[in-house]
């Protein structure tokens, strides 16, 4: 739909101009000042949280099990699972993605729960896909409540870096008022739990997934660039990772995982962790993001159901016409 540049447009225009420097190239980017949700956690030794969730030998722990690579190749993919289920937290993991070409690929950090609710699983997704020939990688975000991803559908954002270089903080902060997804700290995604429709949020505990795996089909630009096994192995390595939340214990009703230890620092009942702590970085975000909805007149799929309750990193590949 055709527009005309007024008053509006250009004043988004310059504040968009002066607040970022992006190229596709380059992906030089000025990034906000934000809290480092990743310092309030403590990082955990990978066996001591998760166990192998399949891929045999491509899954390797080093560094006295600080760091795990994940490999695929043309036999298997790779994967790890947490030891325990969680219902609310703090989830992270410092990641560093394949090199080379990798398109096809997913690398993913996410919280599940399919195994023990295969027709209303709940699910929060971060996905990593791998790039064509241009080198861009893609962040995709999902959220599942009860088998459905109506409300929650992913979102795509351009990384402003290379993740091939060094890792990454890639977070998951999911409480009883929303989930925020984060990269290096950034949040980059809202979902808010709108208690007038609990059930399109996810609300049974889940475990914590690591995996890379072949998903040819639709993973870059809808399956035109399947994986080629010329370039493997595809090995991502996961370091840093933390887990802070409220383990599940089915003998204890889920609910009173929302009343422990209600401190403003708890992610565990993050309400008032996220206004003291997040509130700034998100109206920066969001102030940023309305800015540029303005500009294209572009606005988020589900806009009539969830109204702004999302937030869009500056590039977004998910966009729709109105």
């Given at each position: 739909?055709?527009?005309?540049?007024?008053?509006?447009?250009?004043?988004?225009?310059?504040?968009?101009?002066?607040?970022?420097?992006v190229s596709s190239h380059s992906?030089?980017?000025?990034?906000?000042?934000?809290?480092r949700l990743t310092d309030f956690f403590p990082r955990v030794p990978i066996d001591h949280v998760y166990s192998k969730y399949y891929g045999g030998s491509n899954v390797q722990l080093i560094s006295n099990g600080s760091m795990a690579t994940l490999v695929l190749d043309k036999s298997s993919g790779a994967g790890l699972v947490s030891q325990n289920k969680y219902y609310y937290g703090f989830f992270s993991a410092?990641?560093?993605?394949?090199?080379?070409?990798?398109?096809?690929?997913?690398?993913?950090?996410?919280?599940?729960?399919?195994?023990?609710?295969p027709h209303n699983h709940d699910e929060i997704d971060i996905e990593l896909l791998?790039?064509?020939?241009?080198?861009d990688w893609v962040l995709q975000t999902n959220v599942y409540a009860n088998g459905s991803v109506s409300t929650g559908r992913e979102e795509k954002f351009y990384l402003w870096f290379d993740p091939t270089v060094q890792h990454h903080h890639?977070?998951?902060?999911?409480?009883?008022y929303h989930t925020v997804f984060l990269v290096d700290n950034i949040p980059v995604r809202e979902f808010t739990h709108n208690s007038a429709y609990p059930y399109v949020y996810p609300s049974k505990p889940m475990s914590?997934?690591?995996?890379?795996?072949?998903?040819?089909?639709?993973?870059?630009?809808?399956?035109?660039?399947?994986?080629?096994?010329?370039?493997?192995?595809?090995?991502?390595?996961?370091?840093?990772m933390e887990v802070n939340g409220c383990i599940s214990n089915p003998t204890v009703p889920a609910s009173s995982c929302s009343k422990?230890?209600?401190?403003?620092?708890?992610?565990?009942?993050?309400?008032?962790?996220?206004k003291l702590s997040q509130q700034q970085d998100i109206r920066y975000l969001h102030s940023l993001t309305r800015n540029i909805n303005r500009m294209t007149r572009a606005k988020p799929c589900d806009w009539k159901m969830y109204k702004r309750q999302e937030l869009h990193w500056i590039r977004r590949t998910h966009v729709c016409k109105i």
């Open positions: 739909m055709a527009f005309r540049p007024d008053k509006l447009f250009l004043s988004g225009l310059l504040f968009f101009c002066m607040a970022i420097a992906r030089q980017f000025t990034t906000p000042n934000v809290s410092a990641i560093k993605l394949p090199s080379g070409l990798s398109s096809g690929v997913v690398v993913a950090f996410y919280l599940s729960n399919a195994d023990t609710y791998g790039h064509d020939k241009r080198n890639y977070s998951i902060l999911w409480n009883n914590v997934y690591a995996t890379i795996w072949d998903a040819s089909e639709w993973a870059t630009h809808g399956g035109k660039y399947p994986v080629n096994y010329k370039y493997a192995p595809f090995v991502a390595s996961f370091a840093q422990v230890n209600p401190s403003s620092l708890d992610p565990v009942n993050g309400q008032d962790f996220a």
